[in-house]
T-cell receptor, first 116, second 116 residues
Framework: EAGVVQSPRYKIIEKKQPVAFWCNPISGHNTLYWYRQNLGQGPELLIRYENEEAVDDSQLPKDRFSAERLKGVDSTLKIQPAELGDSAVYLC??????????????FGPGTRLLVL | AQSVTQPDIHITVSEGASLELRCNYSYGATPYLFWYVQSPGQGLQLLLKYFSGDTLVQGIKGFEAEFKRSQSSFNLRKPSVHWSDAAEYFCAVVPIRSGGSYIPTFGRGTSLIVHP
């Protein structure tokens, strides 16, 4: 079974440029998560999708971040414009059931973003 | 709001020695508790989780964790460490609330170094 796929793995951009990250969850998983992991810190949830619906997006900086999950499968996270402080690893995870607090989350390898 | 404290940023052990990684949480009620491992350049992998019942939880790779309500702790243990266990370990909590949304909180992580 294929795991969570993320691309690109690495991205270097200049500040004020836009950037997008793509995530393909494990087949059949209804819930998808986007996390940001700053250096030396644990992941911080940005947004959670249950099927196509975005829930738990209170920590998503909506002035510059946007996300979508078309057809309840793949998801894209966008930053426009990027700031120096956005440099981090962006992790995508998925879990099988929607609404399951104790569900096991399966993480992708992440996209490491460096903003210059 | 809930919080998770991992007081040890780094821990160094010799291969074959026992290991204990500490995790304390702050929350009004017993939350769901998780331990994840992250190898360099990889996403997080679930080691074990606790919801209720037996306070000693067995996980993968020979790890176990003990929930102590009186101490608000969920420490991770392994009787004999292997060199391949060198990684970053994260404790996480998810609040137990009926209905609505939830936001998982991760600790800042403990880096395990294994000496041969």
């Amino acid at each position: 079974e294929a795991g969570v796929v993320q691309s690109p793995r690495y991205k270097i951009i200049e500040k004020k440029q836009p950037v997008a990250f793509w995530c393909n969850p494990i087949s059949g998983h209804n819930t998808l998560y986007w996390y940001r992991q700053n250096l030396g810190q644990g992941p911080e949830l940005l947004i959670r999708y249950e099927n196509e619906e975005a829930v738990d997006d209170s920590q998503l900086p909506k002035d510059r971040f946007s996300a979508e999950r078309l057809k309840g499968v793949d998801s894209t996270l966008k930053i426009q414009p990027a700031e120096l402080g956005d440099s981090a690893v962006y992790l995508c995870a998925s879990s099988f059931r929607a609404g399951g607090r104790g569900e096991t989350q399966y993480f992708g390898p992440g996209t490491r973003l460096l903003v210059l | 709001a809930q919080s998770v404290t991992q007081p040890d940023i780094h821990i160094t052990v010799s291969e074959g020695a026992s290991l204990e990684l500490r995790c304390n949480y702050s929350y009004g009620a017993t939350p769901y508790l998780f331990w994840y491992v992250q190898s360099p350049g990889q996403g997080l992998q679930l080691l074990l989780k606790y919801f209720s019942g037996d306070t000693l939880v067995q996980g993968i790779k020979g790890f176990e964790a003990e929930f102590k309500r009186s101490q608000s702790s969920f420490n991770l243990r392994k009787p004999s460490v292997h060199w391949s266990d060198a990684a970053e370990y994260f404790c996480a909590v998810v609040p137990i609330r009926s209905g609505g949304s939830y936001i998982p909180t991760f600790g800042r992580g403990t880096s395990l170094i294994v000496h041969p």
